[in-house]
């Protein structure tokens, strides 16, 4: 349709998992060639989600630093990035809705801030405006047809209006590349359009387990001392014999802050039944339903 702009942003971890559909070696970086083959596909602008992480951290991080320093904040405080995690919650520990951070994924923070933001600033229609996610992750298909994500339809008064439109994943955009028989080694890199800022490495890191926590820690030790952390600020220690599960203790300040991060829902189950025993004591717990991160997951290829 000519007169819809289409806008993708790619998630961090993509850039690191494209290019093993065409030959290359698994990890080889592919962000300009992942930016091009957009732009061949149709993309009138390509954004990196790397900002809408850097956002996601910024809230994240704030509301752990007011859950500890106010003293009565529910606690631990576990991220909501992954949407897998969060449908978890809600079926099998409803008890712990709470528990979640109320910051919303990385994509549905960017998705609004185009639609709104982004619009104005370029004179774009927001119903014109076509939001695609490339992602990982096959759960954000599901997160963004939720009832509560339509902040951009909010903003304008009109409920047609999605924060974000469609979610392909890594390996549907693979198929599509093929399917235009485009020479994808061959493609000579694009670089991404601008929203605000292209994010920071803490954005980058999101698609790794332990990555969101690194990244809120260090934000959240910067908000509370006005100082830049050390660059060994934790280090983490597997919890037992149990696989998939490390935890560490962080002095920011005055406070002395109980960290844990998982991955897989089994193991996230294993946690949360030894925190509801008294077994372990967290402030703040990251949890990645796909082993090893958003770069391993279902959506990849």
Known sequence: DPD????????????????????????????????????????????????GADLTITEEASELVQRITSGNGTLPQFTSCCPAWVEFVEIYYPELIN????????????????????????????????NVAVTPCTAKKYEITRAEKNDAGKYYNDENIRDMDYVITVRELSNWIKEDKIEFKALQGAEFDSLLSRGSGGGIIFGITGGVMESAIRTAYYYITKKNPPKDLYNLE?????????????????????IAIV?????????????KSGEKKYDFVEVMTCRGGCVSGGGTT
């Open 238 to 258: 597997a919890v037992g014999n149990m696989d998939g599960i490390r935890e560490a203790q962080v002095t920011i300040g005055d406070y002395t802050i109980n």
């Open 4 to 51: 819809k702009i289409v806008i993708f942003q790619t998630s961090p971890s993509v850039r690191v998992s494209l290019g093993e559909a065409f030959g290359m070696e698994p990890g080889t970086y592919v962000e300009d060639k992942m930016a091009a083959v957009l732009k061949n596909l149709g993309a009138d602008y390509v954004f990196d989600t790397t900002f």
């Open 99 to 130: 528990n979640l951070s109320s910051s919303k994924s990385p994509i549905l923070m960017q998705g609004p801030t185009i639609k709104t933001y982004f619009a104005k600033k370029a004179a774009i229609d927001p119903k014109k405006i076509v």
């Open 263 to 275: 991955h897989g829902t089994a193991n996230a189950r294993k946690l949360i039944e030894k925190v």
